[in-house]
């Protein structure tokens, strides 16, 4: 009964409007004095005690090695244990595979760098959204939310995760089939309590981050030293004629570069909680700089170690490559590796949680989104509806979308929104020039990885313009999707107050408050 009347006192001091917040804070005097004023007389001197309640706000709890478990726990998910064949069958040959993985790093490095940057002179959460908004405007910034919050991050989070229901399910059903309606229950209650998680601790989800950045490299370290033991033994005849060029195709090279880059993303996830690094011009960084250096080395080293057990036909032919090094190599200790595979791919489902939310919470705090996504928990101070949000989209693509032709439609415009941002950092330079700047990458860095963007979203033009055209065309939804939700000023009165009654039941619901300032 206490907790209810103390969270309706809250709720009365900080509505969900900025007018009644400001008014409120006039009246007051100040916004910081949330503690009850306790009086007591002693012999006829009065005696005042203030108890202060900690803030409500989203705490600086990012450290340097969170920051890179972070960026390495959201890169490094199943694809490099299941299917590095895509760079190899595009490429042509195991030397040219090997220069792509590496150019990939490079290039990744590039876009990272340039990140970098962007993330300590605009020292916002938000990510892509955040530096649409800051160079190119509401509009663009809009379109970018919405294609991100219709299609692409549920499907994204839903593919993830079924390739977490699928190999945390593996070890008990080896060697049958496992049913593709308990694939999906594994799923579901992988996303969940990823979600349960974020909504309730910074600090944990946090720690078990680390852990399980930590697990994944320890899987990677199991591909990586006993290939490179085989190596070391001699087992190079996998490697002769590496560099044969009768394989090799200049149309491929692009598709092998396009899979490369992909297998990559996720170097942007530290610049959507910037709000929330521990001195972010140095921890961004370096954060940033430590992870591309690690991840690349680890891309490389494990494909080296393959091609030391396998040949460049059985690796094509294989389904999930690190299940058939370790059946090589271990016997039926190669059991163990599904779990690996499960594990990372859970990492990088609680990577891609916390960063995403701090986006919505970022884009209703910009008024984008209903304000109630800005609000934070009063006790656990995470930003449980922001957190939330995305649960019921990513739940009805996992039981009833076709997220694999989603996900084909949508792609391209992660590396078109992409290109967008780097081309605002070269536009920023000239129309903001004395922006302080604690870290700056030579003007060359990001001229070369936009038109490296750009040149991906030409070629999904040319390759598959179909599902292009689909996707510009959910993506274009957004146009007066911005119109009607956010510029309608001919709203009902009734339809306003419906709104206005839904967010405060929210926020009674949830528990949540505006953050102190």
């Given amino acids: 009964m206490t907790q209810q009347i103390t969270l309706e006192r809250r709720w009365q001091e900080t509505d969900v409007t900025p007018e009644r917040s400001a008014s409120a804070q006039n009246n007051n005097g100040t916004s910081a004095a949330r503690g009850d004023k306790l009086c007591a007389a002693d012999h ?57 993985w590496i150019a990939c790093g490079v290039l990744s490095l590039f876009g990272a760098l340039c990140y970098a940057e962007l993330g300590t002179c605009i020292k916002k959460s938000g990510g892509h959204y955040t530096y649409i908004m800051e160079a190119f405007g509401p509009q663009m910034a809009f379109i970018r939310l919405w294609s991100d ?105 692009p598709l092998a570069f396009y899979s490369g880059m992909y297998a990559y993303a996720g170097w942007f996830y530290l610049n959507f909680v910037t709000e929330e690094v521990t001195n972010p011009e140095k921890t961004v960084p370096l954060a940033i700089c430590i992870s591309m250096a690690i991840v690349t080395a680890c891309y490389v080293l494990a494909n080296v170690a393959y091609y030391t057990v396998m040949t460049a036909e059985e690796l094509l032919d294989s389904d999930a490559v690190a299940v058939t090094f370790a059946e090589k190599l271990f016997g039926k200790f190669s059991i163990v590796v599904p779990l690996f595979v499960a594990l990372s791919c859970f990492g990088s489902m609680n990577g891609c949680i916390f960063a995403l939310s701090r986006m919505f919470y970022v884009a209703s705090r910009e008024g984008q989104l209903p304000s109630v996504l800005s609000m934070i928990h009063i006790r656990k101070n995470t930003p449980l509806a922001a957190v939330l949000i995305m649960y019921p989209m990513t739940m009805l693509q996992l039981f009833v979308g076709d997220i694999y032709s989603l996900l084909n439609f949508m792609s391209f415009l992660r590396w078109l929104f992409i290109g967008v941002v780097v081309l605002g950092l070269i536009y920023l330079r000239y129309k903001k020039p004395d922006l302080p700047r604690p870290f700056k990458v030579p003007l060359f860095i990001p001229v070369i990885f936009c038109l490296t963007c750009f040149f991906m979203v030409f070629l999904s033009l040319y390759s598959d313009p179909f599902n292009t055209g689909i996707g510009f065309v959910i993506s274009l939804t957004g146009l007066p999707a911005y119109y009607i939700l956010l510029h309608f000023n001919r709203r009902p009165q009734w339809i306003q107050r419906t709104f206005d009654s839904i967010n405060r039941s929210l926020q009674i619901l949830l528990e949540v408050v505006p953050a102190d300032q």
């Fill in 44 to 100: 006829g001197d009065k005696v005042q005690n203030v108890e202060e309640k900690p803030k409500v706000e989203l705490k600086k709890k990012v450290t340097l090695l969170r920051g890179i478990s972070i960026i390495i726990g959201t890169i490094i998910g199943a694809g490099i244990f299941i299917s590095p064949k895509g760079i190899l069958s595009h490429s042509g040959s195991v030397g040219m595979s090997l220069i792509v």
């Fill in 149 to 253: 919050l219709i299609a692409i991050r549920p499907a994204g989070m839903a593919v993830i995760s079924l390739a977490f229901g699928q190999y945390i399910l593996e070890p008990l059903f080896m060697p049958c089939h496992i049913p593709p309606m308990a694939v999906k229950l594994a799923t579901a209650i992988g996303i969940t309590s990823v979600m349960y998680l974020n909504s309730m601790s910074v600090t944990w989800t946090a720690r078990i981050q680390i852990v399980l950045t930590i697990s994944k490299l320890l899987a990677i370290a199991l591909i990586i030293v006993p290939g490179l033991y085989q190596l070391f033994k001699g087992e190079t005849q996998n490697f002769e004629n590496a560099f044969v060029m009768s394989n090799v195709k200049l149309s491929g090279m």
